[in-house]
């Protein structure tokens, strides 16, 4: 799966599961607070961001803090029973009119069998072919469900788009009427 992205982004980012190869911490480097629960993923990440070993369920932020979220094939990640909670507090750490990028994969099945995606990423500063794999009894996940699960959280839809089991979503955290 080819993947195109671009530095389109201002002001502060908040990459949930940001370990590993930190292909949003490649782009937009020291602007970028990475977080993942696993910190051996974050030593993975050879750019200049901020690293910080966290559950995205239970995030150590203030409220409003960043004006960018982004989700890189980490809530495959996630245990289910936790996605509501995670997406809650992506809400929750997001200024009011900024954006949460969701780059994710439907699975239906990922046991006994391993579910195993390979991706071919462009970027203005690289390329980046990761494989990403789970093998778990409850990781079924879809695009569907992570719509209900925003827009039941007061997130507004501006943008989607879907090839193959990949998906896109790209959320708005609607201004706060006063």
Same mark, same amino acid.
């Given at each position: 799966m080819r993947i195109d992205?671009? &530095?389109? /982004?201002?002001?502060?980012?908040?990459?949930?599961?940001?370990?590993?190869?930190?292909?949003? *911490?490649a782009l937009y480097r020291e602007r970028v607070t990475a977080i993942d629960i696993r910190k051996d993923e974050l030593d993975e990440v050879?750019?200049? *961001? &901020?690293?910080?070993? /966290?559950?995205? $369920?239970?995030?150590?932020?203030?409220?409003?803090?960043?004006?960018?979220?982004?989700?890189?094939? *980490?809530? /495959?990640?996630v245990s289910k029973k936790k996605h509501l909670k995670v997406l809650s507090e992506v809400f929750r750490v997001l200024k009011?009119?900024? $954006?949460?990028?969701?780059?994710?994969?439907?699975?239906? &099945?990922?046991?006994?069998?391993?579910?195993?995606? *390979?991706?071919?990423?462009?970027?203005?500063?690289?390329?980046?072919?990761?494989?990403y794999g789970i093998i778990e009894e409850d990781a079924v996940q879809s695009a569907n469900l992570f719509k209900e699960f925003c827009r039941s959280l007061g997130f507004r839809l501006v943008e989607e788009s879907e090839q193959e089991e990949h998906f896109f979503q790209h959320w708005i955290k609607a201004p706060m009427n006063r």
């Open positions: 992205m671009f &530095r389109d /982004m201002q002001g502060n980012i908040l990459d949930v599961g940001g370990g590993g190869e930190g292909i949003i *911490s050879p750019y200049p *961001s &901020r690293k910080l070993v /966290m559950d995205a $369920s239970s995030m150590e932020f203030e409220e409003e803090s960043f004006d960018h979220v982004c989700s890189f094939y *980490s809530m /495959m990640f009011s009119g900024g $954006s949460f990028y969701l780059w994710d994969v439907n699975i239906d &099945r990922a046991y006994p069998e391993a579910f195993l995606v *390979s991706l071919d990423v462009h970027t203005t500063v690289g390329n980046f072919t990761p494989t």
